[in-house]
């Protein structure tokens, strides 16, 4: 039998790739390629200058900073703040939805610093706000590309998106709107999908995230929510699936949310009624839309902190056009016209009765928070420009101009905005307590809603002394164990007495007598937690717990969870069981975490008595500070300039660290203490860098000036041996206290010289200043940086509370750099020459500025130069009068502006030279300019150095255009004639050698002049 061989089976042929399939797959990709690139620029204020000095945005990063306290003290969701309003407490993240701050938490968790944590919150949700319209607008559009893309871009570059990025900093309202297309587009999938029920969870959680990062945007989310689901669900046939899925959808949502919203809708009775009035008689008002004011009128959107919010010309203009080019008159196109339209109306003067006469609308605080909608609104319209093209090259065309005009209208311009630096980013408690004294918490600060806003009714809007006496027999304390949120004592009072806390009463504090539960109540001035103490001993527990109400919802949101994750499993969406895992998870910590309370250490030696006792003291090593704990018994009202001295030494006596400051971070007078109260009190002591670790020894003197006594010890882990920040070193003093210890100026330009640091007119100029005080000052004064010219002209400027308030001089030390940036932006037609950077200091109040005593200065000045830089401006115009004569290696003279024309006697000659440097110089030139008569003797001269000593010709640039004007003056006696004008540079420190002259053929000129021309004289009219 024979076998034939099997066949052998050759390779297919590589598809050929032809021009026609590469620009068709280029055509199909092409949309999503320009939405990639142009969303580009709506981050590069973040990347080229850094985070703004936005209105809220400093605000928010403490908040972050204040939140990671508690999370590290081990509550996991801290209704109550018991550090903020100067330690007395605050309830903020009982009424302020905390979800977008958890979100810059999560990434500082991960490793992110405080700044870059918030930049990269931002960064994402803006991604997510064009992910998510991208996704609304697909289905809206049909799958089509080029409707997406422009829908998506033209939410990218909202105005009002990027108004809350860079301009408001609002975090939690970026975060929102970010979720609304989500949420809308979860409501779409949830009526057209043939299994409604597995769109039921992207909808729940989506409108559940909402509820807890912005509950003002969640004001105008049901109607907007409930409206869409309506038209889609008529529309759709009315199908059943879909409408029992929707019902889930919204019930899961709020259950899964109710722990935050419960106890904010029905405990807002609890919070003062000072924010409803600031937004009903200030705010709303000044919000509301006028002919006047509603537009931006501009092609390209002027980003400013003007109010109100405005809405865009060409994003009006460009959602009008593809409202009616869209040609679509189905209900659901209506329907987003109809949005447009309400919510544009809504915000302007005409509707203001209706958000004054409506608390829960008062809540938006501002009319053109409703721009949230509206933006999403006019970006699906907007769209609709495209969404009737069908040209497979007009299209493309059509797309990418329609793209790049929104991104060239709305691209944030923001040079004109100061700057926060991420190395002087400090969002610690000590700086929170020194920026709410700045806000006025001691005053008042009725119009600031970040100390107002949710301050207990109880307690009043000043923190003013207390007007009750000394108490007759204080209980006696013995502290145990305390903490930010509890602490546990023993007490003793030999007849009933009341005792105060120094914190807020708000309900959610709890107290225990011996194991049975005793009702704290507001009393005094403050409104403080008060408890009424039997006579006899006792064990007194106090602790934060929350309400019932907080823990019912809490327990109900919980079972959502539970829920939420039955519904995933049984359905297999393991991405959403995933999510209520975690959140299960996360209630599960908060439940079982208690935030954490130490050992009050006892003192071996009390202060001198002085109307109030020291029980115990708590010392906690946070970074490079030892932070102190003390708690006093105040018994007799306390002076208000008060001040403690804390000092660390080694057990021979050696001094390591100390400190003279005011009580609680230096930001309290102790005159707010009423009698009767406990304390729990706060200082930071700086510790040095590298310091071993060891025992160390804790003294303390109060008031200051007194001897001081041996408290006890500490453990101190190793502190980091940080190098020294990379500043030139100084030693200038600036008042009594202060010192600028160093500097730094860093300059963003591609040009370069050997002689001086050298920008472009256009360019921004960082100066980086390190400061330090012997000890802590009184008042938080301002710096300043201005960019002068030696003749006194100055070009830029930035005043600011150095860090700015990042780094309050209240808190500075003497053993730390406290680092301080000023960003000065030159302007475009900046004067070339050099430009001293003078830095200084004053008092805010009085405007008086600090004496500043240089090394070696022989009095005082009011401010202090730090060395030169140099701008070359852009080469001017050519000269009227055309030269060309070398004046030696240095440059030549081109010529000069504007042409000499006769003069009168007794008149002047005024133009301005021109010099083109060859190369740099290391002498410092004078210019001369001569009348010279027919005999060559001098009529008239003037010497200067170049433009009045303001570009000296050491610090001349190869390449740069030097503009030098001149005038000289004639005698009154001066014989009409003609006479030659003549100019050149000599040497003074060279017994005035001049510099040689070269004609344009080369040729040295013996008088090393430069002729300029004749000049004809006339008699006087």
Same mark, same amino acid.
């Given at each position: 039998?024979?076998?034939?061989?099997?066949?052998?089976?050759?390779?297919?042929?590589?598809?050929?790739?032809?021009?026609?399939?590469?620009?068709?797959?280029?055509?199909? *990709?092409?949309?999503?390629?320009?939405?990639?690139?142009?969303?580009?620029?709506?981050?590069?204020?973040?990347?080229?200058?850094?985070?703004?000095?936005?209105?809220?945005?400093?605000? +928010?990063?403490?908040?972050?900073?204040?939140?990671?306290?508690?999370?590290? /003290?081990?509550?996991?969701? !801290?209704?109550?703040?018991?550090?903020?309003?100067?330690?007395? &407490?605050?309830?903020?993240?009982?009424?302020?939805?905390?979800?977008?701050?958890?979100?810059?938490?999560?990434?500082?968790?991960?490793?992110?610093?405080?700044?870059?944590?918030?930049?990269?919150?931002?960064?994402?949700?803006?991604?997510?706000?064009?992910?998510?319209?991208?996704?609304?607008?697909?289905?809206?559009?049909?799958?089509?590309?080029?409707?997406?893309?422009?829908?998506?871009?033209?939410?990218? %570059?909202?105005? %009002?998106?990027?108004?809350?990025?860079?301009?408001?900093?609002?975090?939690?309202?970026?975060?929102?709107?970010?979720?609304?297309?989500?949420?809308?587009?979860?409501?779409?999938?949830?009526?057209?999908?043939?299994?409604?029920?597995?769109?039921?969870?992207?909808?729940?959680?989506?409108?559940?995230?909402?509820?807890?990062?912005?509950?003002?945007?969640?004001?105008?989310?049901?109607?907007?929510?409930?409206?869409?689901?309506?038209?889609? *669900?008529?529309?759709?046939?009315?199908?059943?699936?879909?409408?029992?899925?929707?019902?889930?959808?919204?019930?899961?949502?709020?259950?899964?949310?109710?722990?935050?919203?419960?106890?904010?809708?029905?405990?807002?009775?609890?919070?003062?009624?000072?924010?409803?009035?600031?937004?009903?008689?200030?705010?709303?008002?000044?919000?509301?839309?006028?002919?006047?004011?509603?537009?931006?009128?501009?092609?390209?959107?002027?980003?400013?902190?003007?109010?109100?919010? =405005?809405?865009?010309?060409?994003?009006?203009?460009?959602?009008?056009?593809?409202?009616?080019?869209?040609?679509?008159?189905?209900?659901?196109?209506?329907?987003?016209?109809?949005?447009?339209?309400?919510?544009? &109306?809504?915000?302007?003067?005409?509707?203001?009765?209706?958000?004054?006469?409506?608390?829960?609308?008062?809540?938006?605080?501002?009319?053109?928070?409703?721009?949230?909608?509206?933006?999403?609104?006019?970006?699906?319209?907007?769209?609709?420009?495209?969404?009737?093209?069908? +040209?497979?090259?007009?299209?493309?065309?059509?797309?990418?101009?329609?793209?790049?005009?929104?991104?060239?209208?709305?691209?944030?311009?923001?040079? *004109?905005?100061? $700057?926060?630096?991420?190395?002087?980013?400090?969002?610690?408690?000590?700086?929170?307590?020194?920026?709410?004294?700045?806000?006025?918490?001691?005053?008042? &600060?009725? #119009?600031?809603?970040?100390? @107002?806003?949710?301050?207990?009714?109880w307690a009043p809007a000043t923190l003013a002394a207390s007007t009750r006496g000394p108490i007759a027999a204080p209980p006696e304390v013995q502290l145990e164990q305390a903490g930010p949120f509890a602490l546990r004592a023993t007490v003793t009072a030999g007849t009933a007495a009341p005792l105060r806390l120094a914190s807020f009463y708000f309900p959610g504090w709890r107290a225990w007598l011996d194991g049975a539960p005793l009702v704290p109540y507001p009393s005094g001035d403050l409104g403080l937690l008060t408890l009424d103490l039997p006579a006899g001993r006792h064990r007194l527990d106090v602790r934060w717990q929350g309400t019932r109400l907080q823990a019912a919802a809490g327990a109900f949101s919980t079972a959502m969870l539970c829920a939420a994750l039955g519904l995933a499993l049984a359905q297999r969406q393991k991405g959403f069981g995933v999510l209520a895992g975690a959140g299960l998870l996360l209630a599960g910590a908060a439940y079982i975490a208690s935030p954490a309370v130490a050992r009050v250490i006892p003192p071996l030696a009390r202060p001198e008595p002085m109307g109030m006792q020291l029980l115990g003291y708590r010392a906690v090593q946070h970074g490079g500070n030892l932070r102190l704990y003390p708690y006093w018994l105040v018994e007799t009202a306390q002076p208000g300039d008060l001040k403690v001295r804390w000092r660390l030494q080694t057990a021979t006596g050696d001094p390591i660290a100390e400190t003279v400051t005011r009580p609680y971070y230096n930001a309290l007078p102790a005159a707010v203490w009423p009698p009767g109260t406990l304390v729990d009190d706060a200082y930071a002591l700086p510790l040095p860098a590298g310091l071993p670790a060891g025992r160390y020894q804790l003294w303390l003197a109060i008031p200051a000036a007194a001897e001081p006594v041996?408290?006890?010890?500490?453990?101190?882990?190793?502190?980091?041996?940080?190098?020294?920040?990379?500043?030139?070193?100084?030693?200038?003093?600036?008042?009594?206290?202060?010192?600028?210890?160093?500097? =730094?100026?860093?300059?963003?330009?591609? @040009?370069?010289?050997?002689?001086?640091?050298?920008?472009?007119?256009?360019?921004?100029?960082?100066?980086?200043?390190?400061?330090?005080?012997?000890?802590?000052?009184?008042?938080?004064?301002?710096?300043?940086?201005?960019?002068?010219?030696?003749?006194?002209?100055?070009?830029? @400027?930035?005043? +600011?509370?150095?860090?700015?308030?990042?780094?309050?001089?209240?808190?500075?030390?003497?053993?730390?750099?406290?680092?301080?940036?000023?960003?000065?932006?030159?302007?475009?037609?900046?004067? &070339? #020459?050099?430009?001293?950077?003078?830095? /200084?200091?004053?008092?805010?109040?009085?405007?008086?500025?600090?004496?500043?005593?240089?090394?070696?200065?022989?009095?005082?000045?009011?401010?202090?130069?730090?060395?030169?830089?140099?701008?070359?401006?852009?080469?001017?115009?050519?000269?009227?009068?055309?030269?060309? %004569?070398?004046?030696?290696?240095?440059?030549?003279?081109?010529? %000069?502006?504007?042409?000499?024309?006769?003069?009168?006697?007794?008149?002047?000659?005024?133009?301005?030279?021109?010099?083109?440097?060859?190369?740099?110089?290391?002498?410092?030139?004078?210019?001369?300019?001569?009348?010279?008569?027919?005999?060559?003797?001098?009529?008239?001269?003037?010497?200067?150095?170049?433009?009045?000593?303001?570009?000296?010709?050491?610090? *001349? $640039?190869?390449?740069?255009?030097?503009?030098?004007?001149?005038?000289?003056?004639?005698?009154?006696?001066?014989?009409?004639? =003609?006479?030659?004008?003549?100019?050149?540079?000599?040497?003074?420190?060279?017994?005035?050698?001049?510099?040689?002259?070269?004609?344009?053929?080369?040729?040295?000129? !013996?008088?090393?002049?430069?002729?300029?021309?004749?000049?004809?004289?006339?008699?006087?009219?």
């Amino acid at each position: 039998m024979t076998t034939r061989p099997l066949p052998i089976a050759r390779p297919a042929a590589p598809p050929r790739v032809t021009a026609r399939a590469l620009g068709s797959t280029l055509l199909t *990709w092409l949309p999503w390629l320009l939405l990639a690139g142009l969303s580009l620029p709506v981050f590069w204020p973040f990347y080229r200058e850094g985070l703004p000095r936005s209105f809220d945005g400093g605000l +928010h990063l403490l908040r972050l900073g204040l939140l990671d306290e508690t999370l590290r /003290g081990g509550a996991i969701y !801290p209704r109550w703040a018991p550090d903020a309003l100067l330690g007395f &407490g605050y309830p903020l993240f009982g009424y302020y939805a905390p979800g977008s701050y958890y979100l810059a938490e999560l990434l500082h968790l991960l490793g992110l610093s405080f700044y870059a944590a918030f930049v990269a919150a931002f960064v994402l949700l803006m991604l997510a706000a064009a992910a998510g319209m991208a996704r609304l607008a697909w289905d809206l559009f049909d799958g089509r590309r080029w409707p997406t893309a422009l829908a998506a871009l033209a939410y990218l %570059y909202a105005p %009002y998106l990027v108004t809350n990025t860079y301009i408001r900093g609002a975090l939690a309202e970026v975060a929102a709107q970010a979720l609304l297309p989500w949420i809308l587009w979860s409501a779409r999938r949830l009526v057209y999908s043939p299994q409604p029920r597995r769109a039921a969870l992207p909808l729940a959680f989506s409108l559940a995230a909402l509820a807890v990062t912005h509950n003002i945007t969640l004001l105008f989310t049901p109607p907007l929510l409930l409206g869409y689901l309506a038209v889609l *669900w008529f529309t759709a046939g009315r199908p059943r699936p879909a409408g029992s899925a929707a019902i889930l959808a919204l019930l899961l949502a709020m259950g899964l949310s109710a722990f935050f919203w419960l106890p904010l809708l029905l405990e807002r009775a609890f919070v003062a009624n000072t924010g409803f009035e600031i937004a009903r008689t200030v705010w709303l008002p000044a919000s509301a839309w006028t002919r006047a004011n509603f537009l931006d009128g501009g092609w390209s959107y002027d980003h400013t902190f003007a109010r109100p919010i =405005r809405l865009g010309l060409v994003q009006a203009a460009l959602a009008a056009a593809g409202a009616i080019g869209a040609r679509r008159r189905d209900a659901e196109w209506l329907f987003w016209i109809m949005v447009a339209l309400i919510s544009g &109306g809504l915000m302007t003067a005409w509707a203001l009765p209706l958000w004054q006469a409506s608390d829960l609308l008062t809540l938006a605080q501002f009319t053109w928070r409703l721009l949230s909608v509206h933006s999403l609104g006019l970006a699906l319209l907007t769209g609709g420009l495209l969404a009737g093209w069908r +040209h497979r090259l007009l299209l493309p065309l059509a797309g990418g101009l329609l793209m790049l005009l929104v991104v060239f209208s709305a691209r944030p311009r923001l040079a *004109w905005m100061d $700057v926060f630096a991420p190395e002087s980013v400090d969002a610690s408690l000590p700086v929170m307590a020194q920026t709410e004294v700045e806000k006025g918490v001691l005053g008042g &600060g009725e #119009g600031n809603s970040s100390i @107002q806003e949710f301050r207990p009714r109880w307690a009043p809007a000043t923190l003013a002394a207390s007007t009750r006496g000394p108490i007759a027999a204080p209980p006696e304390v013995q502290l145990e164990q305390a903490g930010p949120f509890a602490l546990r004592a023993t007490v003793t009072a030999g007849t009933a007495a009341p005792l105060r806390l120094a914190s807020f009463y708000f309900p959610g504090w709890r107290a225990w007598l011996d194991g049975a539960p005793l009702v704290p109540y507001p009393s005094g001035d403050l409104g403080l937690l008060t408890l009424d103490l039997p006579a006899g001993r006792h064990r007194l527990d106090v602790r934060w717990q929350g309400t019932r109400l907080q823990a019912a919802a809490g327990a109900f949101s919980t079972a959502m969870l539970c829920a939420a994750l039955g519904l995933a499993l049984a359905q297999r969406q393991k991405g959403f069981g995933v999510l209520a895992g975690a959140g299960l998870l996360l209630a599960g910590a908060a439940y079982i975490a208690s935030p954490a309370v130490a050992r009050v250490i006892p003192p071996l030696a009390r202060p001198e008595p002085m109307g109030m006792q020291l029980l115990g003291y708590r010392a906690v090593q946070h970074g490079g500070n030892l932070r102190l704990y003390p708690y006093w018994l105040v018994e007799t009202a306390q002076p208000g300039d008060l001040k403690v001295r804390w000092r660390l030494q080694t057990a021979t006596g050696d001094p390591i660290a100390e400190t003279v400051t005011r009580p609680y971070y230096n930001a309290l007078p102790a005159a707010v203490w009423p009698p009767g109260t406990l304390v729990d009190d706060a200082y930071a002591l700086p510790l040095p860098a590298g310091l071993p670790a060891g025992r160390y020894q804790l003294w303390l003197a109060i008031p200051a000036a007194a001897e001081p006594v041996l408290l006890g010890s500490v453990a101190l882990a190793a502190t980091p041996a940080t190098s020294a920040p990379a500043l030139t070193a100084l030693d200038v003093r600036f008042g009594d206290q202060a010192r600028l210890a160093g500097y =730094r100026l860093e300059m963003h330009t591609g @040009q370069e010289s050997t002689a001086l640091p050298v920008l472009a007119s256009g360019d921004y100029l960082r100066v980086h200043l390190g400061w330090q005080a012997d000890q802590p000052l009184d008042t938080n004064l301002h710096g300043f940086v201005h960019l002068v010219s030696p003749s006194g002209a100055p070009l830029a @400027q930035e005043d +600011h509370l150095p860090g700015p308030f990042f780094q309050p001089p209240t808190l500075w030390t003497s053993t730390r750099l406290a680092p301080d940036v000023y960003l000065l932006r030159l302007p475009a037609g900046a004067r &070339g #020459g050099i430009y001293y950077p003078r830095v /200084g200091l004053y008092d805010f109040a009085s405007l008086d500025r600090l004496p500043v005593t240089p090394p070696g200065a022989p009095a005082p000045q009011d401010s202090y130069a730090l060395p030169p830089i140099k701008i070359v401006a852009p080469p001017p115009a050519a000269p009227a009068r055309p030269l060309d %004569y070398r004046l030696g290696d240095l440059a030549t003279l081109a010529g %000069y502006t504007p042409a000499l024309q006769p003069i009168a006697v007794g008149s002047a000659i005024t133009l301005t030279l021109q010099y083109r440097v060859l190369q740099p110089s290391s002498q410092n030139l004078t210019r001369f300019a001569q009348l010279l008569d027919p005999a060559n003797q001098v009529i008239a001269q003037q010497d200067s150095l170049p433009a009045q000593g303001d570009n000296p010709t050491w610090a *001349w $640039v190869a390449g740069e255009t030097v503009v030098d004007p001149v005038t000289l003056a004639l005698p009154a006696d001066t014989m009409p004639g =003609r006479y030659r004008l003549v100019a050149g540079l000599y040497d003074a420190a060279a017994g005035g050698t001049r510099l040689p002259v070269y004609a344009a053929d080369g040729t040295a000129i !013996p008088e090393q002049w430069a002729f300029l021309g004749d000049v004809e004289i006339t008699a006087s009219p």
